[in-house]
């Protein structure tokens, strides 16, 4: 437990209808029962009560007319004694009761030093507490959604049932490092693989899932790239239902790129439509070229358009060759004309799912679009609202180190490597995946992220 007590305005800055200052620590009770007067004082006997009163300043004037609760911890959002005061929002009475605070003995709080305090009294783990600052942040339903799954748990519940298999398996290894005996060798590698093979999956999975979160929160950077008047633009306005981007019949129409936000099936996208692809000695449209393949680099989805009234050309190919080990959709356009482009042979190549046929101008197969992006974001077959979560960077980051530690372990164990060359690789997954939690990181890293809270968090 902390000796000081701190406090902070929890709300926005600027005008509202009300306001909140919250004081937490040894002292929240008696700093504020110093300048609250109403007909209940504050204490124990009415705990989690709003009482109504006023706030009197220095020479007994009043400051505003309040509701204030008292809740002693360790049943408060920091795990101690909390006190609240609801005032009128506003700059000045805000303000105004936080000086009153502090000249009570309260000190200011640090950018989420709440929070922190709810971490450091074992209230929350730490990426429950970093998920608070992704509900704050969220912008849409399944932002909030997914960043609530992270704050129940989800991905500390899960954490900590991998590291507890991992630590068995440990355990388990390291008795047969001592006690080695021949026989039961082959049972231990079986069973360190199947455990190992297991322990993978949980964690793709989380991967996956901290993906789609981020793509939630992010959007997903798409960008429409094809040869000139393959109808780019037509998909961009179809897409976003309104009449953005100029569409002509004369290639080299779109010679800037243009980015808009839209939401595809639930999913957020920030789509570019770009100029066509080709060289060209026009000056503008080279500069738009330029861009083109600038955005296309940036993205992390390419919607590859191609005109399927016409063969595949030598700059369809090529751009699909340098496209080959990027995300893609490759859209083949205009099937209200006879086709005249190979798919089969597309679909050979670049895979049965990622090839689709669609005619922009009637409006035929953009629900099957929809689906893929679907697909794409949350995995195949999955539904959306359990398959997303709120991971920063910070986590996914640790994720993807602990995959890397089980994924060395896994070739290890399937290569009857001995075992203490096994337990390396997991005492480091064990390291990355404890990091998550906060069951296994130095103070500096937490001082660090609850720092880029807001104050009063
Ligand atoms: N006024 C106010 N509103 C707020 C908060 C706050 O601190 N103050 N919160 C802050 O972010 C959020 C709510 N989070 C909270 C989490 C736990 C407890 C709490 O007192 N828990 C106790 C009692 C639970 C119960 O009655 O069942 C406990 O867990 O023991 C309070 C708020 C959003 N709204
Ligand atoms: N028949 C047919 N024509 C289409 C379809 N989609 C687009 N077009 C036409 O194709 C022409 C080019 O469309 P745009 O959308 O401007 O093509 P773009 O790929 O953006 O072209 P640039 O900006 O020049 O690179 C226009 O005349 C569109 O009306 C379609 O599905 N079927
Ligand atoms: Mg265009």
């Not at 929890?10 to 004081?23: C, D, E």
């Not at 989690?48 to 002693?72: F, N, S, W």
């Not at 490092?177 to 999956?201: A, F």
Request: proline share 3%; glycine share 8%.
């Amino acid at each position: 437990m902390m000796d000081d007590t701190i406090s902070a305005i929890a709300t926005a800055l600027g005008v509202g209808s009300i306001g909140v200052i919250r004081v937490s620590g040894p002292d929240s009770l008696a700093i504020v029962r110093r300048f609250f007067a109403g007909r209940e004082q504050p204490g124990r006997e009415n705990a989690r009560k709003l009482l109504y009163g006023h706030i009197l300043d220095g020479k007994g004037q009043v400051v505003d007319e309040v509701l204030a609760v008292y809740m002693p911890g360790p049943h408060s959002y920091t795990g101690e004694d909390v006190c609240e005061i609801q005032c009128h929002g506003g700059r000045e009475a805000l303000q105004e009761i936080l000086r009153l605070t502090f000249q009570a003995g309260a000190r200011p709080a640090e950018p989420g030093e709440f929070t922190k305090r709810a971490f450091l009294n074992g209230r929350l783990d730490l990426a429950e507490a970093e998920s608070v600052m992704d509900i704050i942040n969220a912008r849409s339903r399944q932002a909030l959604a997914a960043a609530n799954r992270g704050h129940e748990g989800g991905l500390s519940r899960q954490v900590k049932a991998l590291r507890k298999t991992l630590r068995d398996l440990v355990v388990q290894l390291e008795a047969c490092i001592d006690y080695p005996e021949d026989d039961i060798e082959e049972v231990t590698y079986d069973r360190t693989v199947s455990t190992l093979e297991e322990g993978k999956k949980a964690v793709e999975t989380l991967v996956r899932r901290g993906t789609a979160g981020r793509i939630l929160r992010e959007g997903l950077r798409t960008a429409i790239v094809g040869r000139p008047n393959v109808g780019k633009s037509s998909l961009l306005n179809s897409l976003l239902q309104a009449d953005r981007a100029i569409v002509s019949n004369i290639p080299g129409t779109t010679r800037d790129i243009i980015e808009e936000q839209m939401t595809i099936g639930g999913i957020p996208l920030v789509l570019t439509d770009t100029a066509g692809l080709r060289d060209t000695s026009d000056l503008v449209e080279k500069i738009g070229v330029e861009r083109s393949r600038a955005a296309l680099e940036d993205a992390q989805l390419a919607l590859v358009v191609l005109d399927g009234s016409q063969p595949l050309d030598p700059e369809d190919r090529q751009l699909l060759e340098s496209l080959r080990d990027r995300k893609k959709l490759i859209l083949v356009n205009k099937a209200d004309l006879p086709l005249a482009l190979d798919v089969e042979g597309l679909r050979k190549t670049y895979g049965e799912k990622d090839v689709l046929v669609l005619s922009v101008k009637e409006g035929k197969g953009l629900e099957q679009v929809e689906q893929w992006l679907r697909d794409f974001v949350y995995g195949e077959g999955s539904d959306s609202e359990s398959s997303s979560m709120t991971q920063n960077a910070r986590q996914q980051n640790l994720l993807e180190k602990a995959l890397q530690s089980l994924e060395d372990a896994l070739a290890g164990a399937r290569q009857h490597l001995p075992y203490d060359c096994l337990t390396i690789d997991l005492t480091q997954a064990l390291h990355d995946l404890g990091e998550i939690t906060g069951e296994d990181v130095p103070d500096e890293i937490i001082d660090e992220i609850f720092a880029q809270f807001c104050v009063g968090k």
